[in-house]
């Protein structure tokens, strides 16, 4: 079964060292995601990159590889992530968030078959 709808894309950009309440900021992130019951979060850690300070993050070189970028994608409609975005706005110290409606076609296994 296929299902189409417009929906919202939230994609936060972090440091992997970033920290919340002692504990990664990533994982914060994707817990409040789901005690809000957003449809779906997922995390990725990235191989290199720099953020507006121009400091370069990358798995190559050794002494730089703790403090990776990471992404966050986040989608579900509207009404879930606006809300959403103000628990981010205290949550994200340093960091990109990145908004976009988007129309998202989800397939389902039919419950039938």
């Keep these: ?35 809000r019951g957003i449809a779906g979060a997922t995390v990725s850690r990235c191989v290199e990159g720099y953020g507006a300070g121009g400091q370069l993050h ?12 990471v992404r ?13 975005l103000i628990s981010l706005a205290d949550m994200v110290g340093e960091g990109l968030v990145v908004i976009d409606d988007v129309h998202i076609l ?5 419950p039938k078959k």
């Design 1 to 35: 079964m296929k299902v189409e709808l417009d929906a919202r894309r939230v994609t936060v950009f972090l440091n992997s060292t970033d920290q919340w309440h002692s504990r990664p900021l990533y994982t914060a992130i994707v817990r409040l995601c789901q005690e």
């Design 58 to 69: 990358t798995t190559r070189l050794l002494e730089l590889s703790e403090n990776l970028p």
């Design 72 to 84: 966050i994608e986040i989608i579900d409609v509207r009404e879930r992530i606006d809300p959403l």
């Design 106 to 110: 989800r397939f389902l296994t039919d």
